[in-house]
């Protein structure tokens, strides 16, 4: 399965920018990018996806490398109820997706 | 649109007990996933399920693990006899597609399981 690479954890100060990227350097053209975040004690939630072009949601932005080996999750404001595991996951066109450890982001007010 | 829905929320049991968790995925979904989440790691895969066929179960432990979709909605994953090892979460998610990678996973809140 094609993994992703992201950091550990990660720090924000509340209503700055905050950038989650991940490495994907395996990515097979059919997969598509996906990201997730779970919020403690619940399970994983749905943020965006995205194939080649960046995306935008009501939730974050999605900007994707040209050569599509690596992504960048965009906060644009974070608040404190952003505070979250972050998984960067990739979606084949089988229907199979691997979840890493991901990224604690820890938002200081 | 309600969500997924698992029971319980929590169980504790000894060890070589037997525990069985339910899931009911969202209405019209054909693909549902089990997943086992241990304390600060990420979510793995057990089984996966399209309607009520078996698509991957490769990481699931098939000597104590096992799980059922009957019909095609409902699901039940069993643990006989538990480990100590068996302590996570387990969420349970599912999709409408799986095909194509657009889909979305829409997961439960997931049952904490405690093995003393």
């Known amino acids: 399965d094609a993994k992703t690479t992201q950091p550990n954890s990660m720090e924000s100060n509340e209503e700055e920018p905050v950038h989650l990227p991940c490495n994907h350097s395996?990515?097979?053209?059919?997969?598509?990018i996906h990201w997730y975040r779970q919020l403690p004690s619940q399970g994983p939630e749905y943020v965006i996806h995205?194939?080649?072009s960046n995306v935008n949601n009501r939730m974050a932005s999605l900007a994707i490398a040209e050569d599509r080996k690596s992504s960048t999750l965009i906060l644009h404001r974070a608040t404190l109820r952003d505070a979250a595991v972050y998984y960067c996951?990739?979606?084949?066109?089988?229907?199979?997706?691997?979840f890493g450890d991901g990224t604690t982001l820890t938002v200081k007010p | 649109e309600a969500g997924v829905a698992q029971s319980p929320r929590y169980k504790i049991i000894e060890k070589r007990q037997s525990v069985a968790f339910w899931c009911n995925p969202i209405s019209g979904h054909a693909t549902l996933y089990w997943y086992q989440q241990i304390l600060g790691q990420g979510p793995k895969l057990l089984i996966q399920?399209?309607?009520?066929?078996?698509?991957?179960d490769s990481q699931l432990p098939k000597d104590r693990f096992s799980a059922e979709r009957l019909k095609g909605v409902d699901s039940t994953l069993k643990i006989q006899p538990a480990k100590l090892e068996d302590s996570a979460v387990y969420l349970c998610?599912?999709?409408?597609?799986?095909?194509?990678?657009?889909?979305?996973?829409?997961f439960g809140p997931g049952t904490r399981l405690t093995v003393t």
């Open positions: 395996t990515i097979s053209g059919t997969d598509y």
């Open positions: 998610a599912s999709s409408l597609v799986t095909t194509g990678g657009t889909y979305e996973q829409y």
């Open positions: 996951i990739l979606s084949t066109n089988a229907g199979k997706s691997t």
């Open positions: 995205g194939l080649t």
């Open positions: 399920f399209q309607n009520n066929g078996v698509v991957d």
